[in-house]
């Protein structure tokens, strides 16, 4: 479970307003070494940051999913979602 949460400033009533997820790696076995895909948002207030990054062949995710949510709001869809892998 490949989790990355970075930042001094605090965001947790703004709402994401844009997201960006990074490239996926390449097709394995030449991907091995790839980083993994990171979701960057961006807040109310035009601050960006780095929620997580996450493996593609686990979990997937599109921009949309994170519009209007706040940052905690982004870590439960994270953790809904890893759970949901891990129980199948």
Do not use: W
């Not at 844009?18 to 790696?25: E, K």
């Not at 706040?70 to 979602?81: C, F, I, R, V």
């Amino acid at each position: 479970m490949a989790a990355l949460f970075v930042s001094t400033h605090n965001h947790h009533n703004m709402k994401i307003t844009q997201v960006t997820i990074t490239a996926m790696p390449r097709p394995m076995p030449i991907g091995m070494f790839d980083p993994m895909p990171e979701v960057i948002a961006t807040f109310e207030d035009g601050t960006t940051k780095t929620l997580f990054s996450f493996f593609p062949d686990e979990i997937s995710f599109c921009e949309t999913e994170f519009i209007g949510l706040t940052e905690p709001e982004a870590h439960s869809l994270y953790q809904k979602k890893d759970i949901s892998y891990l129980r199948s």
